[in-house]
Structures are given as C-alpha cells and as structure tokens.
C-alpha cells in the first residue's frame, strides 16, 4: 500500500498570501489530520477530518481551514499569511477514529517571506 | 501555558544501555498518552500508548510508564539501538466538549552512540 503523500513538499509564500496544501491518505483510511510543527512549539494539532465532516479542531484562528473530500483527499488552506506560518505541516491518516493507529506523510515544508 | 511538557531536548545514551525519555502533563483530564518518533524529513510514527486506567504498557523494547498522581509518563527503551536516534514525542489526549483534542510535547532528541 502507499503511503500518506502530501503536496507539495517545499513552498515558498510571502506575507498576505494564501496557500493551499493537499493530503492523500492511505487507501481505505477515512480519518485525515493535520498537524504544524516548528522549533519552538513543537507538534501542534490543527484539525482532524472524519468521513468529510471536521470532527475534532485545535486552538489555531480562523485563517487555517480545511475540508475533506468524498475520496478520504484533504486540503488545508491558510489565508493571509503572516511569517509566523513558515513551518513543517504534516497530514496523518487512520483508518477510524483514534490516534493510536495514525500514519504521517512527510510534510509538507511551508516559508512565508 | 504548556500542558504537555518535555523538560529535556535531548538525551544521549550509549548504545545497550536504557534510554528514559520523560514527559510531565498538566491536565489531569487527559485519558489517553501516545508516543511518537520522528527521523529526519519523514513524519512522526506512532510507537506506543497507554489509556489513564494503566500504568504500564510494554512492546518489545519499549514500556511506557504513567504515574496519573504525580501526572507524569516516560518511555523507557531497552536496549537502546543506534537505530532509535530520533526525535520523540510525547502527546496527550482528552475529550473537551464534545471533541477529542490532543496535545503534543515539543520533543526530544534522542541520540544513541554506537
């Protein structure tokens, strides 16, 4: 089976932008969450995705949404970016709900200039 | 306010010998702790958990710890590789308001030398 694959690896943004990250989850995972990582913060959680409904959303504003589609397929969108978005994103699948059984794709690495 | 917490960011043993990574919460509502490890350019990969109603869980070369009254975990490995040099994370679960939330350490760097 493939892997999670995100899209695209490296980005590059400047200040006021929007971007738009995709995730495509392993074959037969229903479950598509994402994550932002940076030096200082560490692993933080965004929002999981669950059969296309948005299940479960961490503490991040407005400007970062997502949506799920009918194929398990996720995208992240940020708008307005500012620099303090320039960081790794990392989309992980599972088959059902639960975050033992969870799966990471590469990531994908965002700069705002 | 940090709620998970990964005092050390890094933590270096000899190969053979026990690696002990620790990891502190706040919230005594958290029900659910996950381990992850992480190598460079690739996305963190689940190692192991334990739900709050245990106090260990073991896997191979790998026990996982919870002390719920001091609110601390740690991952013990042993014998450690130089395989296992990674970044680990350490992540806590809760049910708020209807959702689960999880949280997640800032990390620590784990080098075993050969």
């Known amino acids: 089976k493939a892997g999670v694959t995100q899209t695209p690896r490296y980005l590059i943004k400047t200040r006021g932008q929007q971007v738009t990250l995709s995730c495509s989850p392993i074959s037969g995972h229903r479950s598509v969450s994402w994550y932002q990582q940076t030096p200082g913060q560490g692993l933080q959680f965004l929002f999981e995705?669950?059969?296309?409904?948005?299940?479960n959303k961490g503490n991040f504003p407005g400007r970062f949404s997502g949506r799920q589609f009918s194929n398990s397929r996720s995208e992240m969108n940020v708008s307005t970016l500012e620099l303090g978005d320039s960081a790794l994103y990392l989309c992980?699948?599972?088959?059902?709900?639960?975050?033992?059984?969870?799966?990471f794709g590469p990531g994908t690495r965002l700069t705002v200039l | 306010d940090q709620q998970v917490k990964q005092n050390s960011p890094s933590l270096s043993v000899q190969e053979g010998r026990i690696s002990i990574l620790n990891c502190d919460y706040t919230?005594?509502?958290?029900?659910?702790f996950l381990w992850y490890k992480k190598y460079p350019a690739e996305g963190p990969t689940f190692l192991i958990s334990i739900s709050s109603i245990k106090d260990k869980n073991e896997d191979g070369r790998f026990t996982v710890f919870l002390n719920k009254s001091a609110k601390h975990l740690s991952l013990h490995i042993v014998p450690s590789q130089p395989g296992d040099s990674a970044v680990y994370f350490c992540?806590?679960?809760?049910?708020?308001?209807?959702?689960?939330?999880?949280?997640f350490g800032k990390g620590t760097k784990l080098t075993v030398n050969p």
């Open positions: 992980a699948s599972s088959p059902g709900q639960g975050y033992d059984e969870q799966f």
């Open positions: 992540a806590a679960s809760l049910t708020q308001g209807g959702s689960e939330k999880l949280v």
């Open positions: 919230n005594s509502m958290f029900d659910y």
């Open positions: 995705y669950f059969s296309e409904t948005q299940r």
